[in-house]
């Protein structure tokens, strides 16, 4: 499982609770001095500083302010920011809408994933959305992912990790960790992991395969 859906799964079953009325008065009067005569440009930082100085409902809170004002723009990368906020104090339900407004244009790749990230989050799959075009390709650590790794390196490819994500898999979604896969190619003799460093790393054909090839 992705690890940021992990910890949104985390969230959902222990959320943040919401302020007091008192101090959501408090926190809403600061938010709306704070916007006036910002910038779309400026909003996120806004935001990280709201959440250093009074916790992740103040980032909620902002965005929601931001959007009620209409100055945070329809189809925007702050409706991903706006969902990363709920998420963080555990409002799944409403960040997989906001996810969902930025799944257009310039941000839908990275729409797409974050919803996927959610959807695995709060225990279902990828077809529990309705998406624009087609379902995205999910893939679990299973035979068909190192055959297709395989034949990727038989036509001469590089097996560099990045290339390897780019190159081969593009958009697809990965339900497990980087760390994850090196280690299940590496139990697979059709492959040998090489390690960089400690950090980075590719796969490349064994060699004992290319010598009885």
């Known amino acids: 499982m992705r690890e940021y859906a992990q910890t949104i799964r985390k969230n959902i079953r222990k959320p943040t609770k919401r302020p007091s009325r008192a ?3 408090r926190l809403r009067q600061l938010i709306e001095r704070r916007l006036d005569g910002i ?11 709201l959440r250093e100085e009074h916790g992740p409902w103040a980032a909620v809170l ?3 302010a931001a959007f009620g004002r209409g100055l945070a723009g329809p189809n925007d990368r702050n409706h991903l920011h706006y969902a990363d906020a709920l998420l963080e104090v555990g409002d799944a339900e409403r960040a997989l809408e906001q996810a969902a407004l930025g799944y257009t ?3 839908e790749q990275e729409s797409e994933e974050l919803i996927l990230d959610i959807l695995f989050g709060m225990g279902r799959d990828e077809t529990a959305f309705e998406w624009e075009d087609k379902t995205p390709k999910v893939w679990g650590l299973e035979k068909e992912l190192a055959d297709r790794i395989f034949g990727w390196l038989e036509e001469g490819h590089s097996g560099d990790y990045v290339e390897l994500r780019i190159g081969l898999f593009g958009r697809d979604y990965w339900h497990f960790e980087e760390s994850e896969l090196s280690a299940y190619l ?3 003799s059709r492959f040998e992991v090489l390690v960089d460093n400690g950090i980075h790393w590719g796969v490349m054909l064994s060699e004992k395969l290319e010598a009885t090839a």
């Open 186 to 188: 590496a139990k697979d």
């Open 62 to 64: 902002f965005w929601e």
């Open 105 to 107: 244009g310039q941000w």
């Open 23 to 25: 101090k959501g008065r």
């Open 39 to 49: 910038s779309v440009h400026e909003m996120y930082h806004e935001e990280e500083n």
